[in-house]
């Protein structure tokens, strides 16, 4: 390689890096505009509720109480034989408590079997 082709390599790479460099500082500084400019209109909209919040108290506080309102609620309770285990034998419960521990149910244990027919596969 002749010391023509290295300089212009090297003044090729400096270009493309300064070009690199400077297309960073033009989004950088796009990016800090729409900040500034955001943060300015926060602020700005954070001053007008102020002063409104402001007038709404003055004028709160120039009002009287004419009425109160006392609520009370009412608490009813309704029993349902759903709710206290009257619906269910005790063969369901311990059927509902042998699956929740995770156990099989024993068919010795149960009180009523099945009838002779149900079982059968027709």
Same mark, same amino acid.
């Given at each position: 390689?002749?010391?023509?082709?290295?300089?212009?390599?090297?003044?090729?790479?400096?270009?493309?890096?300064?070009?690199?460099?400077?297309?960073?500082?033009?989004?950088?500084?796009?990016?800090?505009?729409?900040?500034?400019?955001?943060?300015?209109?926060?602020?700005?909209?954070?001053?007008?509720?102020?002063?409104?919040?402001?007038?709404?108290?003055?004028?709160?506080?120039?009002?009287?109480?004419?009425?109160?309102?006392?609520?009370?609620?009412?608490?009813?309770?309704?029993?349902?034989?759903?709710? +206290?285990?009257?619906?269910?034998?005790?063969? @369901?419960?311990? *059927?509902?408590? #042998? !699956? &929740? =521990?995770? +156990?099989?149910?024993?068919?010795?244990?149960? @009180?009523?079997? *099945?009838?002779? #027919? !149900? &079982? =059968?596969?027709?």
């Amino acid at each position: 390689m002749t010391a023509r082709t290295l300089v212009m390599l090297a003044v090729l790479a400096i270009a493309a890096g300064t070009g690199w460099l400077s297309r960073g500082w033009f989004e950088d500084a796009q990016r800090l505009t729409a900040l500034e400019a955001a943060q300015a209109a926060a602020s700005q909209a954070l001053a007008r509720e102020s002063v409104i919040a402001g007038v709404v108290e003055a004028r709160l506080a120039t009002l009287d109480t004419h009425q109160r309102v006392i609520d009370r609620g009412v608490i009813r309770e309704i029993q349902k034989p759903i709710y +206290r285990r009257v619906c269910l034998e005790p063969d @369901a419960v311990r *059927l509902l408590n #042998d !699956a &929740a =521990a995770g +156990r099989a149910p024993d068919p010795a244990d149960a @009180a009523d079997p *099945l009838p002779d #027919d !149900a &079982a =059968a596969v027709e």
